[in-house]
């Protein structure tokens, strides 16, 4: 199987969100790039043909210049049980399109590094990334 990056989306006014008691807390402000990959296999056929299957997406959140806007430790993080990345992204009219993804954290520098998430989505929410 082999993963090919298809597409890269710079976004705008970046904000990470938590649940925190039940309220939407902004935990930081963020230029990101969301990456595309796609994953797929390449099957060979009966006389030298072939073709490809599509496995499936993996979609990354890269968050650069990630700027606090509260105590973030670990400490807070424990009780953190989702987050959520909103953003806008320009469209190829031109148009910023606000988008909101749900994120898994896979690295959280907090001592003024870049944060990366996996974006969970659907396969509609792929194909809208894809069609910006």
């Known amino acids: 199987m082999t993963e090919t990056l298809i597409k890269t989306l710079k976004t705008a006014d970046?904000?990470?969100?938590?649940?925190?008691?039940?309220?939407?807390?902004?935990?930081?402000r963020c230029r990101a790039v969301v990456e595309i990959y796609e994953r797929a296999d390449k099957i060979?056929?009966?006389?030298?043909?072939?073709?490809?299957i599509l496995m499936g997406y993996r979609v990354s959140l890269q968050c650069a210049k990630v700027e606090t806007t509260r105590?973030?430790?670990?400490?807070?993080?424990?009780g953190v049980s989702a987050f959520e990345f909103s953003g806008d992204?320009?469209?190829?009219?031109?148009?910023?399109?606000?988008?909101?993804?749900?994120?898994?954290?896979?690295?959280?520098?907090l001592f003024g590094g870049d944060w990366s998430f996996h974006v969970n989505g659907s396969g509609e929410l792929i194909k809208k990334l894809i069609a910006l």
Do not use: H
């Open 44 to 52: 060979d056929a009966v006389a030298g043909d072939s073709y490809k």
């Open 89 to 109: 992204f320009q469209r190829k009219d031109g148009v910023f399109e606000r988008t909101a993804l749900t994120v898994k954290p896979e690295t959280l520098d």
């Open 71 to 78: 105590d973030t430790d670990a400490d807070f993080l424990r």
């Open 14 to 28: 970046g904000e990470i969100y938590a649940p925190v008691d039940g309220n939407r807390v902004l935990l930081a």
